[in-house]
């Protein structure tokens, strides 16, 4: 999966949300390790991004998320946090204070649906 979240970050809000869709898609229909593998790759083309690029990936793709059923979410949340424990430290605290930003940016309820399926680490 060959993809530049640094560009579908800055492409117009509607594109963007039409690529993370179909991004999410895809990740739903590999097996585990694939998944995790292509989130890897993309948690780490973003950590290169300027902060504007990745908060607007953040964005779209919780705007995405939120949409699915909570079981959907859960199991794409898990994925995400499992790879980002993986990383790098600062990697981990530069996407741990940007998404917390973007959530308290969000409307209450794609706020409130995100937080319900959040995994406890």
């Not at 998404?99 to 959040?118: A, I, Q, R, T």
Request: one cysteine or more; glycine letters at 0%; hydrophobic letters at 40%.
């Amino acid at each position: 999966m060959s993809i530049n979240p640094v560009q579908i970050a800055q492409l117009p809000y509607t594109n963007r949300i039409d690529n993370i869709q179909k991004i999410i898609q895809t990740l739903l229909s590999m097996d585990p390790k694939t998944a995790e593998s292509a989130v890897k790759d993309l948690l780490t083309a973003l950590s290169k991004a300027s902060d504007e690029d990745y908060k607007n990936w953040c964005e779209g793709t919780m705007r995405v998320i939120s949409m699915f059923d909570d079981s959907v979410i859960k199991a794409i949340l898990s994925l995400r946090m499992k790879v980002v424990s993986e990383m790098p430290k600062e990697v981990q605290v530069r996407d741990s204070k940007i998404v917390m930003e973007v959530l308290n940016s969000l409307d209450e309820s794609v706020k409130e649906k995100l937080m319900k399926n959040m995994p406890k680490s």
